[in-house]
């Protein structure tokens, strides 16, 4: 079982629709992530989050937006989606080092939601 | 700029075999280093880490990983592999200097033979 849970697992949606993916984690870590992983390819940074603060935004396209409402949750906003956009949508976690911005610690990550765009 | 490779997308060892998984990276300043094992449908699981230290750093379910920092290479290894052990494998850098980003390589396909 993974410390980090993902929900839902499964999403389809047409390209109109809107719909939020979830991620939780108890573990204290005050670090979070999503990634997007296409088959058989390296996840691939969007968003990182560090201390409920936007801290990393890697050119993602403005119809994903995500959310940190607190130090535990994680949610990524979808709206508008393109069929290129189907994928894992990974979230992960860390604890931050004070002082050294977290380097050193492993990611943590969930099982990921399974998105397809119609 | 950081960069980890990967050169073998497909690994295959019979099982009992030793087995290498081969990472080589390159970054501005001394690297932490990372493996990753993922399952088909299943996140990506921390298998050990590389700080500083011992060059040869023991990890979860038996492996093991190498830190060469002349050949700028952190190979995986089991000395006897598993046929539950085949999975998709990731090494992954972080670069102390510019550290928040976290780069993984291409990731190698092991193939453990019954």
């Known amino acids: 079982d993974t410390e980090v849970t993902q929900t839902p697992k499964h999403l389809v949606m047409g390209m109109t629709n809107k719909k939020s993916l979830k991620c939780e984690q108890h573990?204290?870590?005050?670090?979070m992530y999503w990634y997007k992983q296409k088959a058989k390819k390296p996840p691939e940074l969007m968003f990182v989050y560090s201390y409920e603060k936007l801290s990393i935004n890697e050119s993602v396209p403005s119809r994903f937006s995500p959310e940190c409402p607190n130090s535990s949750l994680l949610n990524l906003h979808l709206h508008a989606l393109q069929p290129e956009d189907s994928a894992l949508y990974l979230c992960?976690?860390?604890?931050?080092?004070?002082?050294?911005?977290?380097?050193?610690?492993?990611?943590?990550f969930g099982d990921g939601t399974r998105l397809s765009i119609l | 700029a950081q960069s980890v490779a990967q050169p073998e997308d497909q690994v295959n060892v019979a099982e009992g075999n030793p087995l290498t998984v081969k990472c080589t990276y390159s970054v501005s300043g001394n690297p932490y280093l990372f493996w990753y094992v993922q399952y088909p449908n299943r996140g990506l699981q921390f298998l050990l880490k590389y700080i500083t230290g011992d060059n040869l750093v023991k990890g979860s379910y038996g492996f093991e990983a190498e830190f060469n920092k002349s050949q700028t290479s952190f190979h995986l290894k089991k000395p006897s592999a598993l046929v539950s052990d085949s999975a998709l494998y990731f090494c992954?850098?972080?670069?102390?200097?510019?550290?928040?980003?976290?780069?993984f390589g291409p990731g190698t396909r092991l193939s453990v033979l019954p």
């Open positions: 992960a976690s860390s604890q931050v080092t004070p002082g050294q911005g977290g380097n050193m610690q492993p990611q943590h």
């Open positions: 992954a850098v972080r670069d102390m200097v510019y550290g928040q980003n976290f780069v």
């Open positions: 573990m204290g870590h005050r670090a």
